[in-house]
């Protein structure tokens, strides 16, 4: 056994007494509030050779005390954590004849008890078994209404009786077993209603050493959030109110005695992080679903009659024995033998060596130290009642200060924010929370103003904003432009190598009451640079960049911020109208060379576009001539044969018949033109290449 030893006793929760034990109780001596929403509770007890530890705990603690209480018995030995059973009603029910619901009214329940024998008294004294409980409706004296009553029917000695429940002075079940199971149901109701906290007993082994020895049980439940608050008081403005400062800081940690306990004279530590916390109902009974099988139910079996064997079967008996492989000299050892002789080696080696012990608990300090949270710890016993608020210190220290002004256009798209730059020279990273500024007027602070304070590394600072500075004016314009950077032509696909720039001018208005370090934040977009200011170290925050500006007081100065990004355009020249290819070529932006062969094939796409005008408007003069002899032929149908006007018709249709010939040619030739002209374009937007 080492000195000190740890393990983790949730899992082993037993409910057997063992041996005699002497009962002590447990005392709350440290509590750690972490901003992950929980608390670790630590409580200690002396104790000499073996004892059992009481501890009661809240029922809504119950699944976070089992998955995270340990013991830590620095000479003695863990046993076990005993806790009575969460028993929810079911599971008190499961082996009584009767339901929860059915103890709602006297009525459900004599009806769940059917076959019980019951013993009534009143007017009529009855014993008998009951049959049923019915409801009837009845009409009170005088047109009073009407009321419900419960008529019970009973088989008794002398045949089928019945009563009127309400009538009955008493009535009870003569069997003492249905009473006990009564009794013992609605023991389980109160205790159900009234178990709002739980025991456990942790059972340790003093291992023959007398002496005393300090236990202690640990374990992490749900807490109320504990938050930090700052005060940083500022010296008076001044001439130098824009350069360093140093500002007086104080933190508070505002927390929560929720615990359902006092806290006495404890050691009290607040720990800023953000750890993984973690819900699990260990404390109700799971079953697992198993898949149900079939029960196999052999069906009757009708035996054929034997009529004999035949010679085939010997014969190919004899087949299977000729191609089998030889067999061996000797043959081999079964299975088990041949596992045995594998498993002997190591059947002698040495047994199996235990894992060492768990760590000590300085270890899980080290550990504690070395991760990302951030302690504090007060250096004296606390007192806080249960349901009590503290205000605990945290920080009490100077730190470095800068006035700037920031401008934020999503927050004031006019003014920039009063600011202040807080550097955190200490060793020791702060907490978010929010700060309240206090600045010297005259001989006594003054409020200023209220700041939201992310978390703050040690040697990082942050910017807190705090008012709306009204004396400074911030005008913004936006312009955007682009820039071909590169153009060429391969494969009838014009290539476009654009720089697109955003460019912001800021305008600034300075103060009369003194100069101002403005910090501009500018919009930071994903895939774009900032190109200006050139070469400036700009500081870039998730979503913007923090541009610097001296503002001398009274002055207008500007600030230019441009961010660029490259893009590729690829234009088929295939699916250009000669429109927009006489656009590409008027572009300034192309060289010469590039713009005079765009003109060129908006030449050639202009001279397809002709020919296929000319080829619709032949089509749609055809189109004409058909309509027109379609209508002729219904008209000489309708005419007699050998009159004037049947005879002009026909004279009429001939004419038509020789001018849709006239333009089929016509459709010929155009459609030819247009694939030729086609066939031209084809040719010049493959010959380019530049």
């Given at each position: 056994?080492?000195t000190r030893?740890?393990l983790?006793?949730s899992?082993a929760?037993?409910?057997a ?10 005392v709350l001596?440290r509590v750690?509030l972490s901003t ?5 509770f630590?409580y ?6 073996d ?5 009661e705990?809240?029922?809504d603690?119950?699944?976070d005390?089992?998955?995270?209480v ?12 005993g806790?009575a059973?969460a ?8 082996e009584?004849p ?7 009214s006297p009525a459900a ?8 024998e019951?013993?009534?008294g009143?007017?009529r004294?009855?014993?008998?078994r ?7 409706t009845?009409q009170l004296p005088n ?8 008529r019970?029917?009973?088989m008794?000695a002398?045949?089928?009786?019945q009563l ?7 009535l009870?079940?003569?069997?003492p077993?249905v009473?006990?199971q009564?009794d ?6 109160a205790d159900?209603g009234?178990?709002e ?6 059972r ?5 050493n007398a ?13 109320p959030l504990w938050k930090a608050t700052y005060?940083l008081s500022?010296?008076?403005?001044d001439g ?9 800081l ?5 927390l929560e ?5 006092e806290w006495?004279d404890?050691d009290?530590t607040?720990?800023?992080?953000n750890p993984?916390t973690?819900?699990q109902?260990l404390y109700?009974p799971?079953f697992?679903?198993r ?7 052999l ?6 009659a034997d ?5 085939l079967?010997?014969?190919r008996?004899?087949v299977q024995?000729?191609?089998?492989p ?7 050892a079964p299975?088990?033998e041949a596992m045995?002789?594998a498993m002997?080696p ?6 199996y060596a235990p ?7 300085q270890?899980a ?5 070395e991760s ?5 710890r007060?250096?004296?016993p606390?007192t806080v009642?249960n ?7 945290i920080a009490?220290r100077?730190l470095?200060?800068?006035r700037?002004a920031l ?8 003014h920039?924010?009063?600011?202040l730059r807080l ?6 990273a ?15 602070p003054?409020y200023v ?15 807190l904003?705090?008012a709306?500075d009204?004396a400074v004016t ?5 312009q955007?432009s ?10 009838g ?9 955003q460019t912001?001018?800021y305008?600034?208005s300075?103060a009369?009451?003194g100069d101002?370090?403005l910090v501009i934040e500018?919009?930071?977009r994903?895939g774009?640079?900032l190109?200006?200011p050139?070469g400036?170290a700009a ?10 500006l ?9 600030l230019?911020a ?5 893009r590729?355009?690829r234009?088929a020249l295939?699916?250009l109208t000669?429109?927009?290819?006489t656009?590409?070529?008027?572009s ?9 062969a765009?003109t060129k094939?908006?030449?050639?796409r202009?001279?397809v576009a002709?020919?296929e005008?000319?080829?619709?408007e032949?089509e749609?003069d055809r189109?004409g001539?058909?309509d027109?002899?379609?209508r002729?032929?219904a008209?000489?149908a309708?005419l007699p044969a050998?009159s ?5 018709t026909l004279?009429?249709?001939g004419?038509a ?7 089929a ?7 030819a ?6 066939q031209t ?10």
């Amino acid at each position: 056994m080492t000195t000190r030893t740890a393990l983790l006793a949730s899992t082993a929760l037993l409910l057997a007494a063992g041996p005699a034990f002497a009962q002590d109780a447990l005392v709350l001596k440290r509590v750690l509030l972490s901003t992950g929403g929980v608390g670790y509770f630590e409580y200690e007890a002396r104790v000499s050779g073996d004892a059992a530890l009481s501890l009661e705990v809240r029922r809504d603690q119950v699944d976070d005390v089992l998955k995270s209480v340990v013991v830590y018995d620095d000479r003695g030995g863990v046993g076990t954590i005993g806790l009575a059973g969460a028993e929810p009603l079911d599971t008190a029910f499961r082996e009584l004849p009767f339901s929860p619901g059915d103890l709602s009214s006297p009525a459900a329940l004599l009806n769940a008890l059917k076959g019980a024998e019951v013993r009534a008294g009143g007017p009529r004294e009855l014993t008998g078994r009951l049959l049923s409980v019915t409801e009837e409706t009845v009409q009170l004296p005088n047109g009073g209404g009407t009321t419900t009553r419960h008529r019970v029917s009973l088989m008794t000695a002398e045949g089928l009786r019945q009563l009127v429940l309400e009538d009955a002075d008493a009535l009870r079940f003569t069997d003492p077993r249905v009473q006990a199971q009564l009794d013992a149901a609605l023991t389980a109701v109160a205790d159900e209603g009234r178990r709002e906290r739980r025991r456990l007993t942790v059972r340790t082994s003093g291992n023959g050493n007398a002496g005393e020895r300090t236990i202690r049980v640990a374990y992490v439940a749900a807490t109320p959030l504990w938050k930090a608050t700052y005060r940083l008081s500022l010296p008076a403005k001044d001439g130098a109110a824009n350069g360093a400062a140093s500002g007086a800081l104080q933190g508070w940690a505002v927390l929560e005695n929720l615990s359902g306990e006092e806290w006495r004279d404890i050691d009290l530590t607040v720990v800023s992080g953000n750890p993984v916390t973690l819900r699990q109902a260990l404390y109700t009974p799971y079953f697992v679903d198993r898949p149900e099988v079939p029960v196999e139910v052999l069906g009757r079996v009708l035996p054929t009659a034997d009529e004999g064997t035949v010679e085939l079967a010997r014969q190919r008996a004899a087949v299977q024995d000729e191609a089998a492989p030889p067999r061996p000299a000797a043959a081999p050892a079964p299975m088990a033998e041949a596992m045995a002789g594998a498993m002997a080696p190591l059947a002698k080696a040495a047994p199996y060596a235990p894992p060492p012990p768990p760590a000590a608990l300085q270890s899980a300090e080290a550990s504690a130290a070395e991760s990302a949270q951030v302690l504090f710890r007060y250096p004296q016993p606390v007192t806080v009642p249960n349901g009590g608020t503290l205000m605990m210190p945290i920080a009490a220290r100077a730190l470095p200060t800068e006035r700037v002004a920031l401008y934020q256009p999503g927050t004031q798209p006019r003014h920039p924010l009063a600011s202040l730059r807080l550097r955190n020279d200490s060793g020791t990273a702060l907490p978010p929370g929010l700060l309240t500024f206090y600045e010297t007027v005259g001989d006594a602070p003054a409020y200023v103003g209220d700041a939201r304070m992310a978390t703050l590394p040690a040697g990082e600072s942050r910017l807190l904003s705090f008012a709306v500075d009204q004396a400074v004016t911030v005008d913004r314009a936006e312009q955007p432009s682009r820039r071909l950077a590169r153009a060429s032509i391969a494969d009838g696909v014009l290539l476009l190598s654009v720089t697109e720039r955003q460019t912001t001018t800021y305008t600034v208005s300075g103060a009369a009451d003194g100069d101002r370090a403005l910090v501009i934040e500018h919009p930071r977009r994903s895939g774009w640079d900032l190109a200006e200011p050139a070469g400036a170290a700009a500081d870039a925050t998730a979503n913007a960049y923090r541009l610097p500006l001296a503002v001398p007081a009274g002055k207008t100065v500007t600030l230019t911020a441009a961010l660029e990004r490259p893009r590729q355009e690829r234009i088929a020249l295939s699916d250009l109208t000669a429109d927009q290819l006489t656009v590409q070529a008027a572009s300034q932006e192309l060289p010469a060379n590039l713009r005079e062969a765009l003109t060129k094939l908006a030449g050639l796409r202009a001279a397809v576009a002709g020919k296929e005008r000319r080829i619709a408007e032949v089509e749609r003069d055809r189109t004409g001539q058909i309509d027109e002899q379609n209508r002729l032929r219904a008209n000489l149908a309708a005419l007699p044969a050998g009159s004037d006007l049947h005879k002009r018709t026909l004279a009429k249709m001939g004419e038509a018949e020789n001018r849709l010939d006239a333009l089929a040619r016509d459709l010929t030739v155009a459609r030819a033109e247009a694939d030729t002209a086609r066939q031209t374009l084809r040719d010049g937007i493959r010959a380019l290449a530049l």
